[in-house]
């Protein structure tokens, strides 16, 4: 019997890491992607490996769903990562009184943390605000967001997926029966027009997963939730900075390189294909950064972006869980053929990608396990240097 | 508010098989905007059909390297203030030295093949990368670890493209390369030396700094080269009297 043939729209975090989930359990993969690897989204991330500690208090799922998955990938893709570690650290009462239950929901999450004196704090990391009343440690660190993406795309590659970069899905294509068979795309680099047909179609879309779903005649309850970064040009610590207190507006700063990003903000947005920066909002991640790191109030600013997050439900803003959830949509439309993967985070990548594969191998019968907890990724440079 | 300036955007279009040509769009912009907001603007509001590369859009991952007005830039950190004047045309090109895949797109796989070949690391431990003085350095990590960072080489291949001696010698090895070279440690490989010691490493280089120059991420590929060459000579001297082994780096 020949593989199964499935087609991945998308190749940021969900459709690289998927593309790789794919390939390994024996399914011939055709990852599509209108731009280059991770140009939405995905390469727009802050960067963070969250440790989970951010959502442990409300959102223990995702917390979870964090740490566990951090885990993974320092062991199989260390070399995409910055594995420093992160402090949380108190500025006022109030941040004190979060504490408390911070401490709490990171043991029941199984977080491992450590409380730090401020001089104990502040002799790890000279450059915090002087004025922290408790910090504690924890295990977070920094990706390349484009490299990580890229990791997986090169060792699905090495599996035997192929990439169509630079290929825009005009339409889907369905038989009289409401299943969906292929796409029908545009080579963007020649302007030619070829169809593409699958034994299943996945939607790694993220934050435009509705306009996918839309050729279909399917919605899907994405909300997509614009928040802006600001790098600046030096670096001023080795671990990742957040601040105790519930998920707020500029409350995580991060090395990277020779930079600190701080972000984010939570708002939303009509078109996603392009998101001006609000200059209030840069100015209030200056402000938020500086609280954390004073220094930075002086340094020169290197990038600004605006990524739309991909988030699920009804809610608004940080209200929403940033858990994620693979849609069959046979169940949901009555549409065969056809899932669509989306929400989540950067951190859990490898997660949703291993659902939606659990997706499309029960949709079609198809009974392997899993491997990618156990298996190391290979260079993101091979994926340029493979065939 | 915010300044406005109207300035033109000339961009570089090639599709496979075609010759190419430049379009223009006329734009009103923030002058603090970077180039690559404009380029995607291009592409989200007048034409469609545009490709380029972009990912991070703070200078982290190295996809989103153009000729701006005919310099090599890092488009998403290049202001627009810092390379046209209001009512000014800002001209958008692909890299040179390596081939179009369309429009401001180009095929950098012969640089990431070769950053492999050289084994450049991607993460290496802080105290081999450049510290800060600005600011007061964070305390030690573990007894006896260091931390890890990213590499400051991005692999925006700028160099590359601002290169003299690249555009006419393809074979030459170029700057991103040696500099990966000299960041990998050649002390501890010697068919390193070997392969950077020959008329298409260190010796081609013609100390133009170009690479320097164009450099985004301080990674200063032209004293790297020279550094390179250092250590080549006093590895000769050395092998004087003990000769050097042959083996080559292999693919």
């Keep these: ?387 | 508010m915010a300044e406005k300036w109207n300035i033109t955007l000339k961009i570089y279009r090639q599709k496979q098989g075609e010759k190419a040509h430049y379009q223009e769009i006329k734009m009103d912009v923030n002058p603090d905007e970077n180039v690559i907001d404009l380029v995607e603007r291009a592409w989200a509001f007048h034409d469609r059909t545009l490709t380029f590369a972009h990912a991070c859009h703070h200078s982290t991952c190295g996809a989103c390297g153009m000729r701006v007005n005919d310099r090599e830039k890092l488009t998403c950190i290049t202001s627009v203030r810092s390379v046209v004047s209001n009512g000014g045309t800002l001209k958008v090109e692909p890299l040179r030295n390596f081939p179009v895949v369309s429009d401001l797109v180009v095929d950098m796989g012969e640089l990431y093949r070769r950053m492999d070949l050289v084994g450049h690391q991607p993460v290496n431990s802080d105290r081999a990368e450049a510290i800060q003085p600005e600011f007061r350095p964070a305390g030690p990590a573990e007894p006896g670890e260091d931390f890890i960072r990213l590499s400051d080489c991005i692999e925006c291949g700028l160099c590359m493209s601002a290169c003299p001696v690249f555009s006419s010698t393809p074979d030459y090895l170029g700057p991103a390369v040696l500099a990966g070279a000299h960041q990998a440690g050649p002390e501890k490989n010697p068919s390193l030396l070997n392969l950077v010691d020959s008329a298409t490493g260190v010796w081609r280089c013609h100390s133009v700094f170009e690479c320097t120059a164009v450099c985004p991420s301080n990674v200063d590929p032209g004293w790297r080269i020279m550094e390179l060459r250092r250590k080549v000579v006093g590895d000769r001297i050395k092998t004087l009297f003990n000769p050097r082994k042959t083996a080559q780096v292999s693919k």
């Design chain 1, 1 to 387: 019997m020949s593989k199964p043939h499935a087609i991945i729209i998308g190749a940021g975090f969900t459709g690289t890491a998927t593309a790789h989930d794919l390939a390994l359990r024996g399914f011939d993969v055709t990852v599509v992607e209108r731009g280059p690897i991770a140009n939405g989204t995905s390469g727009r991330t802050h960067g963070l490996l969250h440790s989970g500690g951010r959502y442990a208090v409300k959102d223990q799922e995702s917390a979870i769903e964090c740490i566990d998955e951090n885990l993974i990938l320092r062991k199989i893709v260390p070399f995409v990562i910055e594995p420093n570690g992160g402090l949380f650290i108190a500025l006022n009462e109030s941040d004190l009184a979060y504490g408390e239950e911070f401490i709490e929901s990171c043991e029941a999450c199984h977080i491992p943390l450590e409380r730090l004196t401020p001089q104990q704090a502040l002799k790890l990391e000279p450059n915090l605000n002087p004025k922290l009343l408790v910090a504690f440690t924890i295990p977070d660190g920094t990706f390349d967001p484009l490299r990580l993406a890229m990791s997986f795309a090169a060792t699905a590659k090495k599996n035997g997926a192929k990439f169509r970069l630079y290929h825009e899905v005009k339409s889907l294509l369905m038989d009289g029966k409401g299943t969906v068979t292929g796409i029908r795309l545009i080579d963007r680099t020649s302007n030619e027009e070829f169809d593409l047909h699958g034994d299943i179609v996945v939607n790694a879309t993220g934050a435009w997963a509705g306009e996918i779903t839309a050729m279909a005649g399917a919605d899907v309850p994405i909300k997509p939730t614009p928040g802006i970064m600001v790098a600046f040009e030096r670096r001023a610590t080795q671990r990742a900075i957040n601040r105790l207190c519930e998920p707020a507006d500029g409350d995580i700063v991060l090395p990277q390189r020779r930079m600190m990003v701080v972000g984010t903000t939570s708002f939303t947005a009509e078109n996603v294909d392009y998101i001006p920066i609000v200059e209030d909002q840069l100015k209030l991640m200056v402000e938020r950064a500086a609280d954390l790191l004073p220094g930075l109030r002086s340094v020169k600013l290197r990038g600004i972006y605006m990524a739309p997050r991909p988030l699920i439900g009804s809610g608004t803003g940080r209200s929403i869980a940033r858990t994620f959830k693979c849609f069959d949509h046979k169940e949901t439309h009555n549409i065969d053929g056809f899932v669509t993967i989306t929400g989540g985070k950067a951190t859990t990548l490898r997660a949703m990608a291993e659902k939606t594969s659990d997706t499309v191998c029960a949709k079609l019968g198809i009974n392997v396990v899993c491997q990618t907890k156990e298996t190391p990724l290979i260079s993101y440079r091979q994926f340029y240097t493979l065939n």
